[in-house]
């Protein structure tokens, strides 16, 4: 859906420019009255995988957005085909923009973008494992200059260019150094400069830019961003401006997404962290400060109720793991840094403690901790060794590994790790199973093949059946097959493959009182079984198109059964009388993208993480049954101002 404001936001107006945009990833869009441009960068790099549009490009509109028409053709004068990586325009010159076409070179358009020139000139590195070439906007003086930073492959800055006369039939251009934004990258692994990397030029020195990455790599590992300056000779050009490059040593946060200037010349960084000002970005005696204000922007991708406490707990992108201060507060205490793990609770075992497991990216510094009514730590925090019992690989993580208490019997835990085969990259999966929180684990699928990998969080364990708990019960996600244990002893088979679409299962969730019940996504459809997953049947119903479905709970409302879904919209639920109607879940949850839910039974609320909207809690309704859904729930219908209440 496209939206236009012509009030700085207080109305908007929704454009409809038919299906032009399905599955484009628009990265830039810039208007000059009638006419739109919309640059979308779809790459088949291993983050922004290419989602079956046309595989990017420039789109215009002379007509406020009503239509629009491809300008990336490969006709002349026009754009090649492929992914614009970034576009921005001429500040003194409505008319002019530049535009990045990914593995081909840097463009410019004199009239709004209709015809376009290739001025890649000297420019080398542009070529078919060309990552995210970007572009550096103007200096606004009378000497203007144009800045490009090219990421290549393995997502690092591999080469800076500038040119001093980009409005120039035939532009020169002088490479710089690249600096240091990215810590050392190391066997697998990529640095991540397809997401985090800012440019921007100084808007009144023709020699001054901008550049950040995701973080140094040496303690306190701040957020890397740097000033370069195109007068002085190669090797000498850029400085943090950072840390010691500032009059009190202050930082920013990790991972730059953007820079740009304000009015008053100070350089604005938003990054995994929020938002920064930094004074006289020239010099090295400006200081940042944070401007986040009241902003309420947490990506909350995992979460976790704890019925003891009475608090969330959280594992957030790049801002650890973390955990509400009190009932309802919002002030949270961090327990772990770096990216957060997954998050877990047992408030079953013991009575008046609740026991928490939380870590960092891959597993890093994976604890156990023991908690009271008071939200205080009782004792020692440990850090359980999970030592492989019977001979099975050992545990390597996945970047968030799944960590997941039996339903009926808190001391018993499933972690879905992978492991990996010489040589590399022969990949297989491992579910481990601890019998003692994570003391010792046993490989359950030693030798699986590599579908026996994990997607999110599709791991149910512990139910019960006629009244009776079966702490053996074990549901998993292989690939596009569900792996099944019902009795001790007993091997896990696999199930009928469900009637998905998009193939990896990514969520399951079982009835709360019949095990046999169980309900399954891959993110696309939701199936359900009713005989231990030997039968499916599809009930996505009317929620079919509102994105991706991440997780799936299933709760009683005052004796009514339902099922709730997380989309990349919010929460819709369908009572179980009705399982293929779908409406959206309470009020107040902003229209979002929902990574995850958790229903806990004993305070009867569900848990929420969303992306960039923080946490939010939802009380289940006892009093009252909300109405089941008479008319079918479309995307024109779909409530699109619901208020924010996020805690």
């Not at 990054?271 to 200081?287: K, M």
């Not at 390597?396 to 590994?401: A, R, V």
Request: proline fraction near 6%.
């Amino acid at each position: 859906m496209w939206l236009r404001t012509t009030d700085g936001g207080t109305n908007w107006t929704a454009l409809n420019p038919g299906n032009m945009f399905a599955n484009e990833d628009i990265r830039s869009v810039a208007a000059r009255g009638a006419i739109i441009l919309a640059a979308s960068h779809n790459s088949p790099d291993n983050v922004d995988v290419d989602r079956g549009g046309r595989g990017g490009g420039l789109f215009r509109s002379t007509d406020t957005g009503a239509t629009f028409t491809l300008i990336s053709d490969g006709t002349p004068n026009r754009l090649p085909s492929g992914s614009i990586t970034d576009l921005i325009a001429d500040p003194q010159v409505p008319t002019r923009f530049y535009a990045a076409v990914r593995t081909v070179g840097i463009f410019r358009s004199d009239d709004t973008g209709a015809t376009w020139t290739n001025i890649t000139g000297t420019i080398v590195g542009f070529d078919a494992t060309t990552l995210r070439p970007r572009i550096g906007a103007f200096n606004n003086g009378a000497n203007q200059a144009l800045y490009v930073g090219i990421i290549v492959a393995n997502g690092t800055l591999g080469s800076m260019w500038r040119s001093p006369n980009p409005t120039v039939a035939n532009p020169t251009w002088a490479q710089m150094d690249a600096p240091a934004i990215y810590p050392p990258v190391t066997g697998e692994d990529s640095a991540q400069g397809a997401i985090h990397f800012s440019i921007v030029a100084d808007p009144t020195n023709a020699n001054l830019v901008y550049v950040g990455g995701s973080s140094i790599s040496t303690p306190p590992f701040s957020g890397a961003l740097f000033r370069g300056d195109g007068s002085l000779p190669r090797g000498t050009q850029f400085t943090a401006i950072t840390d010691g490059n500032t009059g009190n040593n202050s930082t920013i946060h990790g991972d730059s997404r953007k820079t740009v200037f304000d009015a008053a010349g100070n350089l604005i960084e938003c990054d995994d962290g929020g938002v920064y000002r930094r004074s006289t970005p020239a010099t090295n005696a400006g200081i940042w400060t944070s401007v986040n204000g009241n902003l309420n922007c947490f990506e909350a991708h995992n979460v976790a109720y704890d019925s003891v406490a009475k608090v969330l707990m959280n594992g957030a992108q790049d801002n650890g793991t973390n955990i509400q201060t009190a009932t309802g507060s919002l002030n949270w205490t961090s327990l772990a840094g770096g990216d957060g793990g997954d998050v877990a609770i047992d408030d079953i075992s013991t009575n008046g403690q609740s026991i928490r497991y939380y870590s960092s990216q891959n597993l890093g510094g994976f604890s156990r901790a023991t908690y009271g009514t008071n939200n205080a730590l009782i004792g020692a925090v440990a850090f359980p060794t999970l030592t492989v019992q019977g001979g099975g690989p050992a545990l390597l993580p996945q970047f968030i590994t799944p960590v997941v208490v039996n339903k009926v019997n808190g001391a018993r835990l499933i972690i879905g790790g992978t492991g990996r085969a010489n040589p590399l990259p022969v990949v297989t999966g491992a579910a481990y199973e601890s019998l003692d929180r994570g003391d010792t684990i046993t490989a359950l699928t030693p030798n699986s093949p590599v579908n026996g990998l994990f997607s999110g969080n599709p791991i149910a364990y512990g139910g019960v059946r006629a009244g009776v708990p079966n702490a053996e019960l074990l549901y998993y996600g292989s690939g596009n097959t569900i792996k099944v244990r019902t009795v001790a002893g007993a091997a896990l088979a696999d199930t009928p493959k469900p009637p998905f679409t998009a193939g990896t299962v990514s969520s399951i969730v079982l009835d709360s009182n019949n095990w046999q019940r169980v309900f399954a996504t891959d993110g696309r459809n939701i199936v359900v079984s009713n005989d231990t997953g030997a039968n499916w049947t599809d009930i996505t119903g009317n929620l079919n198109g509102f994105g991706v479905i991440r997780k799936l709970e299933f709760f009683p409302i005052n004796g009514t059964d339902c099922l709730a879904a997380a989309t990349d919209r919010g929460v819709f639920f369908a009572l179980t009388t009705n399982l293929t109607m779908w409406n959206r879940l309470g009020t107040g949850l902003p229209n979002a993208v929902v990574y995850d839910m958790v229903y806990n039974a004993a305070d009867k609320v569900l848990a929420i993480g969303t992306l960039g909207r923080g946490a939010f809690l939802y009380n289940v309704p006892a009093a009252a049954v909300p109405p089941a859904p008479t008319v079918a729930l479309s995307l024109a219908n779909l409530d699109q101002n619901a208020p924010t209440i996020t805690i």
